[in-house]
Each structure stands twice: as C-alpha cells, then as structure tokens.
C-alpha cells in the first residue's frame, strides 16, 4: 500500500493567488522528505529537501521565497506556491525514506490560469 | 547539465523478449543507482536499485547492471509484458540511498502483446 500521501491530487488556481500542497508519510516517521517537480515530458527534478526542525535546503535555481517548505512535524512537510503564475503549472511530487527506500507520493498537478 | 542521461526516449518490445533500458552519468560522487516506473499522473514507484559496489543485482524478472568504468547502468526485463508498459527513469544519488535523487529523463517502454 502507500506509504506517502498527497493532497490534493490536483487544484487550479488563478494566478497571484497561492497554494499549499501537503506531503505525509504514512505510519513512519521521515526526518527528512524531498520535493521534485516535473513538466510534460521532462524529468523529475528536486526542488528541495525538506528538513524537521529546520530550514529547507533549496536546489540552485529554485526560489525559496516563491516555494515555502515547512516541515513542522515528523510526518508532514508543506510545499507553499506564492504568488503562482502560469509557469508554475506543473506536477509536484514529494518523497520520504523509510527504512532504506525512498518512497514518492502519488503527485499533485497544479494548474495556474 | 544533465548528470544523468537516458538517451532512448522511447522501446518497443514484443511480449515475452527482452526489454534492456539504459541509462548513463557523469559524476563519478554516485555511489547509489535506482530504477523506477512511472504512470502518467502518479508518482514513481520503485523498482531495483544498486550500490555502487556491485555491479550485478536481481529481483525476479528485473535485472540491474552497473559499468563503473563506463558509467553506464541498464535495466533488463525479462520477460517483458504488456502490464511492464510505463516511462522507466533511472536515478543516482550521492548519498546512499536515502539521498536526494537526480533522474533521468526517462524512456517509455511498450510492451506489445
């Protein structure tokens, strides 16, 4: 079954306005979860690494400003769109480890018109 | 700077013969390879991985090589089906494999009936 979940699947919003997205391991605990983007066609890409307790560790060329990661709980990390514009339309999927395995959750399509 | 490639964006495969997807990168830092199968609109889900120690590992009909020297990696599936049909990305990380991954671009695979 799964073991990370996202909420929502799917939201569109207009553009200025933001967006929460949700990532939760699911009966583990994950110090540490990771959030990936991915346009049509292309790769999955990390965004940042979300880190209980502390401050998000964002990838070069990601905005930590536009992209607010709280990771406020041993369960749940928090990726925030402010301000979405339509060049932020995208997939974005989060990740957690348990045990030795990093697993992905089934994805959030954010659609900004 | 695409550190990891997968240069065949897309396979076809008749039922029941081989399917051998490739993969190579170009910083020698990764110790950890992993492969995964994604659907449309979902998240990915694991597959096999390696460590960089070995250069063979196998699980059922999934098999993975990896070419230090060449810095090539591949994924073997034998006997391919038709339900195998998905984008398989392959993915690296520096840190074992709890790190955060680097993906490739992905190769859609059909498995023809």
Known sequence: GAVVSQHPSWVICKSGTSVKIE????DFQATTMFWYRQFPKQSLMLMATSNEGSKATYEQGVEKD???INHASLTLSTLTVTSAHPEDSSFYICSA???DTQYFGPGTRLTVL | DQQVKQ???S?????GRISILNCDYT???????LWYKKYPAEGPTFL???SSIKDKNEDGRFTVFLNKSAKHLSLHIVPSQPGDSAVYFCAASGSGNTGKLIFGQGT???VKP
């Open chain 2, 11 to 15: 396979l076809s495969v008749q039922e």
């Open chain 2, 48 to 50: 096999i991985s390696i």
């Open chain 1, 97 to 99: 480890n348990r045990a």
């Open chain 2, 7 to 9: 240069n065949s964006p």
């Open chain 2, 108 to 110: 859609t695979l059909q």
């Open chain 1, 66 to 68: 536009k992209f607010l």
């Open chain 2, 27 to 33: 910083n020698s830092m990764f110790d950890y390879f």
């Open chain 1, 23 to 26: 990532c939760r391991s699911l």
